[in-house]
Nanobody, 126 residues
Framework: DVQLQASGGGLVQAGGSLRLSCAAS????????IGWFRQGPGKEREAVSC????????AYADSVKGRFTIPRDSAKNTAYLQMNSLKVEDTAVYYC???????????????????WGQGTQVTVSS
């Protein structure tokens, strides 16, 4: 069975940093692009970032550009979301997702992804 295990969330003060992890099992990690989404309280799920498996190219939501990065480590079957300069508005449940990459896709559309992790809570206090 394919599993994505998201972890690393927690409580942090504004301006601080967190690194989320997305550990994948049951799939060939190098065949999959990884995306991160989040859902804040009372908000709809939104795309945060993605990284392609073919060339490690990345994309970011405007709200996190310059603050978040999304490295991946194929040796560990793990992708990360490094979050710096956190803001109160970054508070959300963060989800990682995977899609078998066969060409261009709409990285910011949740329905494009085949597998989802369970979510990890990030709370940023003022």
């Amino acid at each position: 069975d394919v599993q994505l295990q998201a972890s690393g969330g927690g409580l942090v003060q504004a301006g601080g940093s967190l690194r989320l992890s997305c550990a994948a099992s049951g799939l060939t990690f190098d065949d999959y692009a990884i995306g991160w989404f989040r859902q804040g309280p009372g908000k709809e799920r939104e795309a945060v970032s993605c990284i392609k498996n073919t060339d490690d190219s990345t994309a970011y939501a405007d709200s996190v550009k310059g603050r978040f990065t999304i490295p991946r480590d194929s040796a560990k079957n793990t992708a990360y979301l490094q979050m710096n300069s956190l803001k109160v508005e970054d508070t959300a449940v963060y989800y990682c997702a995977a899609v078998k990459y066969n060409g261009p896709y709409l990285w910011g559309v949740a329905a494009e992804y085949e597998y989802w992790g369970q979510g990890t809570q990030v709370t940023v206090s003022s």
